[in-house]
T-cell receptor
């Protein structure tokens, strides 16, 4: 069974600084997707970034980038130039590549606070 | 271009009552997923449906829970004879195909008194 582990329950960053959120996963599959979702106080789940396992290049979306280490099964999220609006829970998630088994497996999440 | 819609946003039920949660997927999406989030936890998969078909219900409790996605209308997650342990946030997500990114609705917060 696939598992996703986020071992840090909380992190804090100074506004305008950079922070890295860690995630590891366990799978026997070779093709899969990895995601980071953001959940602000409104509780809405917002997709931050997506990485396909077959791509060697790390995904980036504006201030958000990932460090994907397939061999180590590690998928960390880097937030540059942190803003107050980045304060939220962040969930790492995994999904197998094929369509029939499309469920997302989530980690327990990490609470990020941003200090002004 | 409306996103995934869920209603109601908040639902209060007494023990033993029924809860019906509705989800309208994004336009053009025919795949719907339901997840449950307990307090201080991540989301847990419950069920995956296409129009008129249940594709994967491996995360659904064996009793009291059912889901449907009819040819017309929203997907419905139904919880019969609710208990306090059913109190949670229930999220619906949709995708265009089974392999595409899932986009989430705002969730329904169910409180069982």
């Amino acid at each position: 069974a696939q598992t996703v582990t986020q071992s840090q329950p909380e992190m804090s960053v100074q506004e305008a600084e950079t922070v890295t959120l860690s995630c590891t996963y366990d799978t026997s599959e070779s093709d899969y997707y990895l995601f980071w979702y953001k959940q602000p106080p409104s509780r809405q789940m917002i997709l931050v970034i997506r990485q396909e396992a077959y791509k060697q290049q790390n995904a980036t979306e504006n201030r958000f980038s990932v460090n994907f280490q397939k061999a180590a099964k590690s998928f960390s999220l880097k937030i540059s130039d942190s803003q107050l609006g980045d304060a939220a829970m962040y969930f790492c998630a995994y999904r197998i590549f094929t369509g029939a088994n499309s469920k997302l497996t989530f980690g327990k999440g990490i609470t990020l606070s941003v200090r002004p | 271009n409306a996103g995934v819609m869920q209603n109601p946003r908040h639902l209060v039920r007494r023990r033993g009552q029924e809860a019906r949660l509705r989800c309208s997927p994004m336009k053009g999406h025919s795949h719907v997923y339901w997840y449950r989030q307990l307090p201080e936890e991540g989301l847990k998969f419950m069920v995956y449906l296409q129009k008129e078909n249940i594709i994967d219900e491996s995360g659904m409790p064996k009793e009291r829970f059912s889901a449907e996605f009819p040819k017309e209308g929203p997907s419905i997650l139904r919880i019969q004879q609710v208990v306090r342990g059913d109190s949670a946030a229930y999220f619906c997500a949709s995708s265009m195909t089974g392999g595409e990114t899932q986009y989430f609705g705002p969730g329904t917060r169910l409180l069982v008194l």
